[in-house]
């Protein structure tokens, strides 16, 4: 098993930025694929942002590309989302994923492929 446990989220101005990060414990060796997902009030949980554990295929839902960027310490089992220019639209809670595959590219923008989720963090943007 793999826990997750997101941190970072807080209230912030548009135009601003935050850092997400993600700690991983258990058999964090077996994790291939990290992701970011992301669920507003009322709507459906969506894609952020995802990685390889080498770095190796990073991907981006065209909403952040850009703004946003994921990066990861393996040698902490820490993932990260580094969130700049922030807008009201990205105010949701932000979870953590990871999977021990997912090799495909189209796999790792579908939160139902991912076996470990944290308990996700609120991120509020005002305006």
């Known amino acids: 098993q793999v826990q997750l446990v997101e941190s970072g989220g807080g209230l912030v101005q548009a135009g601003g930025s935050l850092r997400l990060s993600c700690a991983a414990s258990g058999r964090t060796g077996t994790i291939y694929t990290w992701g970011w997902f992301r669920q507003a009030p009322a709507k459906e949980r969506e894609f952020v942002a995802a990685t390889r554990w080498n770095g190796d295929g990073t991907y981006y839902a065209d909403s952040v590309k850009d703004r946003f960027i994921i990066s990861r310490d393996n040698a902490k089992n820490l993932v990260y989302l580094q969130m700049n220019s922030l807008k009201p639209e990205d105010t949701a809670i932000y979870y953590c994923?990871?999977?021990?595959?997912?090799?495909?590219?189209?796999?790792?923008?579908?939160?139902?492929?991912?076996?470990?989720w944290g308990q996700g963090t609120q991120v509020t943007v005002s305006s």
């Open positions: 994923a990871a999977d021990p595959g997912l090799a495909s590219e189209v796999a790792v923008v579908l939160g139902s492929e991912y076996d470990y």
